[in-house]
């Protein structure tokens, strides 16, 4: 199975997957969570195509696509957060995907790459790539972002990387013909997932002007990555 070290252990954890969805979108998180499945929808149009959710999780965005008319399937190594819904599900391994060639026409990724390490980074896509028929979407984390000031307090063991070093990592894949993206969240999620909800709309406003005049790097970066 593919290992992330720290970050696997932590997801593995019954008492976090059970809890997970519950400490992050209530109150503000609500917020966060309307917003990320706004501009998840408005970069996938999933109405009649095939969707590979790659570490679903507890599957709140395979819901999202899935209620969308996308035929979705999600896959993450943890078990324990796997949760069922409207999507099929599968316990799997990012690197190695258990998936035939080009079976889907999309695949997205959200909170995910910030577990790999730099040098997976290029198999990953890679292997997505091999199974993905047009494009692929997922999020960075930026390391020129407020995100900086707790990164090392969290325990997901994760990565902060810049748009250049992942663009050098994208233009080593022969697959990839075609490279967009496009900043969001100038606040972190974490502020984001401590505020009352209606202190959070507030702030969902401010955030959204910061990203519209780019004020500063934005927190996270959405990637599209179109195949061959």
């Not at 395979?62 to 209620?67: I, M």
């Not at 307090?153 to 050098?168: A, E, F, T």
């Not at 790097?217 to 990637?223: C, D, E, G, K, Q």
């Amino acid at each position: 199975m593919f290992m992330f070290k720290e970050g696997q252990k932590w997801y593995r954890n019954e008492e976090v997957a059970d809890s997970y969805d519950q400490e992050r979108f209530t109150q503000g998180g609500v917020v966060l969570d309307k917003k990320e499945r706004e501009t998840l929808l408005s970069l996938v149009e999933p109405d009649g195509k095939k969707v590979l959710d790659i570490a679903t999780g507890t599957g709140r965005f395979a819901r999202t696509l899935s209620d969308n008319g996308g035929d979705v399937v999600g896959i993450d190594a943890s078990r324990e957060m796997l949760r069922g819904g409207e999507a099929e599900y599968v316990q799997g391994d990012a690197l190695r995907l258990p998936f035939k060639n080009k079976g889907f026409d999309v695949a997205v990724s959200m909170r995910f790459l910030h577990l790999l390490e730099e040098e997976q980074i290029i198999g990953f896509i890679e292997e997505v790539a091999r199974v993905t028929k047009n494009k692929f979407v997922f999020e960075s984390l930026h390391p020129m972002s407020l995100r900086i000031f707790y990164q090392w307090i969290l325990p997901q063991d994760s990565h902060l990387y810049s748009n250049s070093l992942l663009q050098k990592k994208f233009d080593q894949v022969d697959a990839v013909m075609k490279v967009k993206k496009e900043e969001k969240f100038a606040v972190p999620y974490g502020l984001y997932q401590r505020l009352p909800k209606d202190l959070a709309e507030e702030v969902s406003l401010v955030d959204d002007e910061l990203v519209d005049r780019h004020t500063g790097p934005a927190s996270t970066v959405y990637w599209e990555l179109y195949f061959e």
